[in-house]
């Protein structure tokens, strides 16, 4: 059984390893770069407690087997319904439902708090990934071409949007994870 959860302090180190692999591995990620240890415990405690870090785990077990995050879609202020997503899953995890569970626990938790719209971007091509954002709701929004340089060619990314809320007004202010928890509907 695979059990989500929020992320801990403590999970940092391994949240950088699952990154790591696909920073260095892959253009799925346009970081050069693995962050440390140091740098995923400072985003996963930035903004206050605002954006949610969810991790998934076997029932017997501490070692994650992927992780999924929202955080800040852009700047300015009318933005602060929208948050951009990101699910990982370990090399080990991969096609084991792993990514669909997080990302449905990451939605309603962010639904919980009253954000109206999710991004995610994704590396093109990546069929995988694609099947993934879309089983859980996100639709192609639009295509950024030839905007990332790695692993010695250049990348479009796709923009896929999901809507948490219907546009119905002026929407409550966002609740902080911190306060709200993860959440799983049925």
């Given amino acids: 059984m695979i059990l989500i959860r929020a992320a801990r302090p403590e999970d940092a180190a391994q949240i950088a390893a699952i990154y790591s692999t696909h920073v260095l591995a892959s253009a799925v990620s346009f970081e050069t770069e693995p962050p440390s240890t140091r740098t995923i415990r400072a985003r996963m405690e930035g903004e206050d407690g605002l954006y949610p870090w969810l991790v998934a785990t076997g029932e017997d ?50 639904r919980a708090q009253n954000f109206t719209q999710a991004i995610a971007v994704i590396t093109l091509p990546n069929d995988a990934s694609i ?56």
Avoid at 63 to 89: D, H, I, K, P, W
Avoid at 148 to 153: F, L, Y
């Fill in 61 to 110: 077990t501490d070692a994650l087997l992927g992780y999924a995050s929202a955080m800040r879609f852009r700047e300015r202020a009318a933005y602060r319904f929208c948050v951009e997503t990101s699910v990982y899953v370990a090399s080990g995890a991969a096609r084991q439902g792993v990514g669909r569970l997080l990302y449905e626990a990451l939605i309603d938790t962010l």
């Fill in 131 to 186: 099947g993934l954002h879309e089983s859980v709701g996100f639709r192609r929004a639009g295509v950024y071409r030839e905007v990332g340089w790695k692993q010695g060619r250049w990348h479009d990314v796709g923009i896929w949007q999901a809507s948490l809320a219907e546009p119905n007004g002026p929407p409550e202010e966002p609740l902080r994870f911190a306060d709200v928890g993860v959440r799983r509907d049925p």
